[in-house]
């Protein structure tokens, strides 16, 4: 939700975007486990899945029932590598996970998922397998995850304006234009 309606408000603004990771729910298991085991009360998960099938219609996105959550760390530490393969191929893999998760239901926790996944977008095997390996990419998300922390951030979209103004949430594009409009011109 958060990316399309950001793309809709670059249609009017020349926004910068600097994409942080943050993973929600890290003590999941790489073979997922049931949504159930969340701890949110049935009610309380209804309503939320409510909101999110009516925010996506609106956005024209698919998602499909959900009973079960997945690990993302190994999908969050591809996304962070893939930055370096440019805007065309991340964005694709950034799409490519999203599908699979939302809308497929497809467990982005399995490493060949993410293999599959990656290879649809355009990352090179290599690339992917460096995601893995490299310590830098885990010290990455590990800082990101400290200074989300840090401020109390819990969720995710977040958007954080000019260095002053935080949205949290998949929020209406009206709320990210009218934060735009405050950025002095030049400065966006």
Do not use: C
């Not at 399995?110 to 995601?131: F, I, M, S, T, Y």
Request: charged share 30%.
């Amino acid at each position: 939700m958060g990316e399309r309606r950001l793309a809709r408000l670059n249609e009017e603004f020349d926004v910068r975007v600097d994409r942080r990771f943050l993973e929600i729910h890290p003590e999941t298991p790489g073979e997922g486990m049931p949504i159930s085991e969340l701890g949110y009360p049935p009610d309380q998960w209804a309503r939320m899945m409510e909101n999110l099938e009516r925010m996506g219609k609106a956005e024209g996105i698919v998602f499909s029932e959900r009973t079960f959550t997945t690990n993302s760390h190994k999908a969050l530490l591809l996304a962070e590598a893939a930055k370096k393969e440019g805007s065309v191929v991340f964005e694709a893999l950034n799409e490519g996970l999203f599908r699979a998760y939302f809308t497929e239901g497809r467990n982005i926790g399995d490493p060949q998922v993410l293999r599959d996944v990656a290879k649809a977008a355009g990352v090179p095997a290599g690339r992917l397998e460096q995601a893995w390996s490299d310590a830098a990419y885990e010290e990455r998300l590990a800082r990101d995850h400290a200074a989300a922390a840090g401020i109390g951030i819990t969720g995710i979209p977040l958007f954080i304006v000019d260095h002053r103004w935080i949205l949290e949430g998949a929020v209406p594009v009206e709320m990210l234009r009218e934060a735009a409009k405050k950025i002095p011109a030049g400065k966006a």
